[in-house]
C-alpha cells in the first residue's frame, strides 16, 4: 500500500486536502458544489479532478475512479445545535453529513474522516445524528473513533476546536491513534503576522505583533447570506480587539509607513486571514474579496488535516 487514495467531499478551499496531501494521499476526485471554491482548487492544483456538484446530487455510481479508495475524507459545514435547528425551515447541514456518511456504501473507503463542531463528539443534543452515523458504518464493518482538536496544539494561531470522526474498516481499527500535538507552545497572532504587518514599511509592526501574544479566536467565515466580511460575532470581535485588530473588516492591504495605529485598530487582509489558518503563503484564493475570506474562514487548517492523515495512513499501513 505504497500511494494512498482519497475522496473529498465539501472540500471548500482545499485546506483538509491539502493536509492530506502533506500527509501523503492522493485526490481521485474532489467535490464542492461553490464555483469559486473549485476555481481555488484548479488554481492551486491544476492536476487535481475536481467537480463543481451538490454532495446531494453526487452519484458515485457515474465515477467509478472513487471505488475502493483508502479513505472518504467531508469538512462539511457545520452541523447546527437542536435551537438553531429549531428555528431553521430546513436542517441542510445534518442532511449533508448523512449523504458523506451513506456514501460509504458506494465508494467503500479503508477509512472516513468527517470533521465538524466540536459538540458532534458527544452533546447530547447531537446524539440522534451520532446514533444515525454509527448503526450505517457498524453495518458496512468500520469502527469509530470520536475526539475532539484544538488547531492551536498543532501550530495553528488560533484557538479552532474541531469534532472529528475517523471511522476505520475492523482490520485497521486497532491500529488508529488521535493525532497528538506537535508543539510545544502555542504559535501567537504576533508571530504569525509580524513578518506580514511589516511587508509594507509599517514601523509598528514589530510593536504589535510583541503585543499580540495569544492565539486568535476562531476565524468565522459568515454566511453566503449575509453582507460583508468579518472576523466573527462580537465576542470574537471583542477578542481580536484585545491584540489590537478591528474586526469589524478586512482591509485591502498590510498597513503602510502613513499608520498610525493608536488609538485606532489595524485590520488584517485576507492574505492574513490565511496565514492565521496556517495556509501557506503561495495557496491563492479565486474570487473578490469577501468571497476569498469566507473560503479562509470555512476551512480546515492544513495542519490538522495534515496530522488526521498522517494518523490514519500509520493505521492503514499497520
Not at 86 to 93: K, Q
Not at 202 to 225: K, Y
Request: with cysteine.
Amino acid at each position: 500500500m505504497s500511494g494512498l487514495r482519497f475522496v473529498d467531499v465539501c472540500a471548500g478551499a482545499g485546506g483538509l486536502a491539502l493536509g492530506l496531501e502533506q500527509a501523503g494521499f492522493e485526490p481521485v476526485l474532489l467535490l464542492d458544489n461553490k464555483p469559486v471554491a473549485c476555481d481555488t482548487l484548479r488554481l492551486n492544483r491544476p492536476r487535481w479532478n475536481v467537480l463543481e456538484m451538490d454532495l446531494l446530487d453526487f452519484v458515485p455510481d457515474e465515477h467509478p475512479q472513487t471505488y475502493d479508495v483508502d479513505l472518504l475524507s467531508a469538512g462539511l459545514p457545520r452541523v447546527k445545535s437542536s435551537a438553531t435547528v429549531a428555528r431553521a425551515e430546513t436542517n441542510e447541514e445534518e442532511r449533508l453529513l448523512e449523504a458523506a456518511v451513506l456514501l460509504t456504501y458506494s465508494i467503500q473507503p479503508r477509512a472516513m474522516i468527517i470533521e465538524n463542531v466540536p459538540g458532534l463528539v458527544d452533546a447530547e443534543a447531537f446524539e440522534p445524528l451520532r446514533d444515525f452515523v454509527r448503526k450505517e458504518l457498524e453495518h458496512l464493518g468500520y469502527r469509530l473513533h470520536w475526539f475532539v482538536l484544538n488547531a492551536a496544539d498543532f501550530g495553528v494561531p488560533q484557538d479552532r476546536k474541531q469534532g472529528v470522526l475517523v471511522a476505520l474498516k475492523e482490520r485497521y481499527y486497532g491500529s488508529f491513534r488521535p493525532p497528538v500535538p506537535t508543539v510545544d507552545e502555542h504559535v501567537s497572532v504576533g508571530g504569525a503576522l509580524r513578518r506580514s504587518m511589516g511587508a509594507r514599511g509599517w514601523s509598528g509592526a514589530d510593536a504589535w505583533a510583541a503585543q499580540a501574544i495569544g492565539v486568535a479566536p476562531t476565524l468565522v467565515g459568515g454566511s453566503d447570506n449575509r453582507g460583508g466580511a468579518d472576523l466573527g460575532p462580537t465576542g470574537t470581535k471583542a477578542a481580536w480587539a484585545r491584540m489590537g485588530v478591528n474586526g469589524g473588516a478586512l482591509a485591502d492591504e498590510a498597513p503602510g509607513p502613513e499608520v498610525h495605529r493608536y488609538p485606532g485598530l489595524i485590520k488584517l487582509t485576507d492574505a492574513q486571514a490565511a496565514l492565521v489558518q496556517s495556509f501557506p503563503a503561495d495557496w491563492l484564493f479565486a474570487g473578490r474579496k469577501t468571497a476569498r475570506y469566507r473560503q479562509i474562514g470555512h476551512a480546515s487548517p492544513p495542519p490538522v488535516g495534515k496530522a488526521l492523515g498522517t494518523a490514519v495512513a500509520d493505521a492503514l499501513r499497520g
